[in-house]
């Protein structure tokens, strides 16, 4: 099978700019790619979006709102603050740098899950600070180890749901590790960039905003399908907040009038943002179902991937989807789970056509390497 000629075809439809599901874009020299590497969004862009990104092309000349409105003051009111406890940011990557940037010295300690969102220690690294680790794997952070390591740590950054496993944290524990971050001073960034796949048992950092030394994290780039134009949001309150602010004045304009446009005709749709969050969930089901039923262990996501075990042959497999079919999928060996890939979830169309090719070198690969 070949997906480039595929993609050449689609991208050639008329109304694929809008429908365009999702990554089929030249990526890392391959002609063009089925990307499920990057858990991006399964979804293309609302027309309400479209049209707003389209409005401000009249206005490139200006800078953009200083102060991130109207999109601050929407995302304020959705979650019932004020506008003081929202920082709208280049991503939730940038949330997180500015974050660091003002809780943390040269030399001082960061907190972190072992095996996390890579970002984390590239943000930690980038203070110059020490990165101490809690042990994390398949089977979830270890909460327990974790609070006894929170004294003496300046920040600490957990992901919650966890990226690359898609695991939730489980219930309490969320409340556990902001009560204890308050009790020993350790501001606690909880970045929930895939809070709004979760489910309604998903217990949100949210509820401990005041108590001095949580924040959380959050982004436009994956329920809501707009990665591409960096948006995301800090909420924090109080002197964390400020201190952040104060970082924020040497980049004050780094969310682009674009971004503060989509993102704010983002927010206002829920219609499409629950229908994103359960076209994921029913397609998440058919791709765990499918890997399990080929004996392939699968974490229990919550997010829009999932963490498959492909085994030794894991490495082998994801390049010949790449280099042979377009397709890319995440080796996860870097990020700490060798022979597991982690895969975004994809409507069943193009999953029955990965899942083939995943099956056919699964096998092959098993047995010439495994
Ligand atoms: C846990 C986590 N945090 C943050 C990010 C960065 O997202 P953004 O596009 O908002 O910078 C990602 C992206 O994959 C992520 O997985």
Redesign the pocket.
Known sequence: MNFGDEARDRSTAKDDLSSAWYAREPAFGSNFAIRLS??ESVAGASQDVEEALTEQIGRVNLYPDLAGEPLNGLIADHFGLPGSAVLV????????LLSALAAVGTGDRVLLPER??T??RYVAEAVRAVVAEGPCGIDGLDVEQFLAMMPGAKLAFI?N????TGLRLPNGAIQELCRTAARVGCHLVV?E??AEFAGPEFESALAHLDNGETAV??????AHGL?GI???YLLATGARMEAVRNVRRAVPFSVSRFALAAASAAIGDSVRLTEAVADTAAHREQVVRDLRGEGIEVVDSVTNFVLAHLGPATQALTERLHFDHGVTIRDARALGYPGWARITVCPPADWAAVFELIRENFSTGTRMWG
């Open positions: 990057l858990s940011t280049n991503g939730s990557d940038e949330a997180l996390t969102y970002g984390f992901a749901p966890h990226n690359p970045d960039a895939y994290v959050r982004t436009f780039s994956k990665a960096r948006c995301g």
